[in-house]
Each structure stands twice: as C-alpha cells, then as structure tokens.
C-alpha cells in the first residue's frame, strides 16, 4: 500500500535551474497539498488542490507553481529556484471523511 | 498573528514520566483539531484527532477547550519510543487548508 509517494527524496540544484517534484497517491483522495517545512516555522501551504482540474495558493505561493494531472497526481514546479526555496517538500492527500492528511517521505531540496 | 501556536520545548522527560503540551489557536471558526507526531527527517503522521469531549488512545490523551481556544496533549508513561516532535493541527471551518504549529520537541531520557 504506497499511500503517498513523491520524487525526487533528494535534490541540489543551482540558482536559476528549474524542476519539477512528482506527487501520487493512490488512496483516492479528492484534496492534494504541496507544504514547505523549514526550521522554526512549520509547515506552510504552497499550494493546493481541492479537486482534480483545480489549483489554489496557499500562504507562500510565490516562486512555484503546480498542475493537477489528474485525481492521482500533483506537481509542483520551481521556474527559476533561489536560495530561499531551500528546504523540506511535502505532499500530502487528505481523506475526506476524517480529515487525515497522509504525507509522502519529503523531497530534500538544496538551492545553491 | 499565527493561526496556531505551540511551546516548542524541547521537553526532556525521564522514561516513565508524564509529559503535557499545549497549543492555542486563534480562530474561533476553527473547527478540526489534531495531533500528528514527526520523527527526525520524516514525514508527519497522524497521532490522534480531538473531540470535543476529549478522547484517550492508550497513554495518550488529547483535550479541547474552545472557550479558551487551546487543546492539550497528555503523554503517560513515557516511553523512549516517544521521542519526536508533536504538531498541532488545526482546520478552519470552510477553508481547505490545514494549519500547523510549528511542534513541540520531546526527548524522553532513560
């Protein structure tokens, strides 16, 4: 049982670069998010998706952007990275009914 | 103002203590409540939902107070299993996001 599985776990990329964060999850849920985590601040929305064909920001959207492939699948896009995108990437799902969120393993994402 | 508040410790506790962390949030709209537990370097996972009466899953109890806008988490017997950080979770009624503390650190000591 997968839940939620992101790639990549590990990244370094320069300033500028750009690149894309895969997220499935195959539990079915309607709702996917992509937070940040960064020492001292918890995790913070990026963006999300209510439903598939919908996207909203969060509290820091700027920087990023993302597409709802489909009911399993959420991306999240950095255009050009800087420094201050330096950190810990999480996509979850949410179930409905209860209101759980599952997360995936992170994605480590260095901007030098 | 942040949406939820926690003490973020670290709280260093001998196995077999009893340990209490406190949360407050600032919306009275707020409607979902919930304790997840992160380890080092991993994902957070769901520890337990509150309730309104207040619910009890083994050593762990969980509390809410809305008058006074804060739920509690009561770890008993801890053990050294139970070292992580706590995150509060809160959800706001008619909005999609959930909004997180920025969690509690506990190391439970032998």
């Known amino acids: 049982n997968a839940g939620v599985t992101q790639t990549p776990k590990f990244q370094v990329l320069k300033t500028g670069q750009s690149m894309t964060l895969q997220c499935a999850q195959d539990?079915?849920?309607?709702?996917m998010y992509w937070y940040r985590q960064d020492p001292g601040m918890g995790l913070r929305l990026i963006y999300y998706s209510a439903s598939e064909g919908t996207t909203d920001k969060g509290e820091v959207p700027n920087g990023y952007n993302v597409s709802r492939l489909n009911k399993r699948e959420f991306s999240l896009r950095l255009e050009s990275a800087a420094p201050s995108q330096t950190s810990v990437y999480f996509c979850?799902?949410?179930?409905?009914?209860?209101?759980?969120?599952?997360f995936g393993e992170g994605s480590r994402l260095t901007v030098l | 103002r942040k949406e939820v508040e926690q003490d973020p410790g670290p709280f260093n506790v001998p196995e077999g203590a009893t340990v209490a962390f406190n949360c407050t949030y600032s919306?009275?709209?707020?409607?979902?409540f919930f304790w997840y537990r992160q380890d080092c370097r991993k994902e957070p996972k769901l520890l337990m939902s509150?309730?309104?009466s207040g619910n009890e899953d083994g050593r762990f109890t969980a509390q809410l107070n809305r008058a006074s806008q804060y739920i509690s988490l009561l770890i008993r017997d801890s053990k050294l299993s139970d070292s992580a950080t706590y995150l509060c979770v809160v959800n706001i009624l008619r909005q999609n996001n959930l909004f997180f503390g920025t969690g509690t650190r506990l190391t439970v000591i032998p």
């Open positions: 509150v309730y309104s």
């Open positions: 539990m079915n849920h309607n709702s």
């Open positions: 919306n009275s709209a707020s409607q979902s």
């Open positions: 979850a799902s949410r179930d409905r009914d209860t209101g759980e969120l599952f």
